[in-house]
């Protein structure tokens, strides 16, 4: 299972990174996705980053969070600066792997003005 970590709550403009231990080896994971929802509004994707190191970032987040995996550690980690308010948000991590989806338990991020 995925394993999602490192929310909490931080003042505005502040920093967290989240960080998401993937089961087994990165190689057999096709990407690794961080998803944020908040109440009644659909899940989005915030950033994913994929088996050959390419990264997605979200325009509304871009400049601000950073994904990046540590294949020796077999995580995935969501630096997220400069956070503002409408980044509050309960995130997920998921992965795709022989076409297949596994989601992680999300990591509560609230962020205060």
């Known amino acids: 299972q995925l394993q999602a970590s490192g929310g909490g709550l931080v003042q505005a403009g502040g920093s967290l990174r989240l960080s998401c231990a993937v089961p087994?080896?990165?190689?057999?994971?096709?990407?690794i996705d961080w998803y944020r929802q908040t109440p009644g509004k659909q899940r989005e994707l915030v950033a994913s980053i994929n088996s050959g190191g390419t990264t997605n970032i979200a325009a509304s987040v871009k400049g601000r969070f950073t994904i990046s995996r540590d294949n020796a550690r077999n995580t995935v980690k969501l630096v997220m600066k400069g956070l503002k308010a409408e980044d509050t948000a309960v995130y997920y991590c998921?992965?795709?792997?022989?076409?297949?989806?596994?989601w992680g338990q999300g990591t509560l991020v609230t962020v205060s003005s």
């Open positions: 998921h992965g795709r792997r022989w076409s297949l989806d596994y």
């Open positions: 087994g080896s990165m190689a057999v994971w096709n990407s």
